[in-house]
């Protein structure tokens, strides 16, 4: 009776592991050698970062964790401010849709982390006109998206995604009967 429950736990991991359409078993996965390599050959070498620091004054990837910071400290990433910030502020403070850094985070996607910019002004913009909103700057950019494990390596494949970048007060859209256009990939999901 040992024998045969052996025999059938066996036939059951042999069938979990081989057939395509199993379920993943991480704890016998690794991730490939080559994922950052493909990711900035995806994206043609483009840096996330480079786009976020729009601002020269702010040029590497020790100040973007700086900005993070003062985002906080300045609130923003709280509440939308009553009035813009003066002095020699990055533009992310100065404007009139200020906006902070915010990181998502996805274990199952390369990059695991992303940052990008946020706004708490959501109902318009500081000292704007009746009508006018903060609305997101985007930059479409690839990331991989672990699919599943075969031979013993997680399976990446290419989506693409809108990554907003900035913030802008404008006018709100009007809808017309004009040709709809499309936007590219989709949105990076933002908890608030």
Not at 179 to 186: A, N
Request: charged share 20%.
């Amino acid at each position: 009776m040992a024998t045969k429950t052996v025999a059938f736990f066996l036939q059951l991991t042999i069938v979990f592991l081989v057939y395509p359409g199993s379920t993943c078993r991480k704890q016998l996965c690794s991730q490939p050698d080559n994922l950052h390599e493909r990711f900035l050959r995806i994206n043609k070498g483009l840096d996330i970062k480079n786009i976020l620091m729009a601002d020269h004054q702010y040029n590497n990837t020790q100040d973007i964790y700086q900005l993070q910071f003062l985002s906080k400290a300045h609130e923003i990433s709280r509440k939308c401010p009553t009035t813009t910030l003066k002095g020699d502020y990055p533009v992310m403070f100065r404007s009139t849709c200020p906006w902070f850094l915010d990181t998502d985070s996805n274990k199952h996607r390369y990059p695991k982390d992303i940052i990008f910019a946020n706004t708490r002004c959501n109902k318009g913009c500081i000292g704007g006109k009746k009508g006018q909103v903060c609305e997101k700057i985007q930059v479409p950019i690839k990331v991989l998206e672990q699919t599943c494990c075969k031979h013993h390596k997680f399976q990446y494949e290419e989506v693409e995604i809108l990554l907003p970048v900035a913030y802008t007060c404008s006018q709100l859209k009007e809808t017309t009967q004009s040709i709809e256009i499309q936007s590219y990939g989709t949105d990076i999901p933002i908890a608030l």
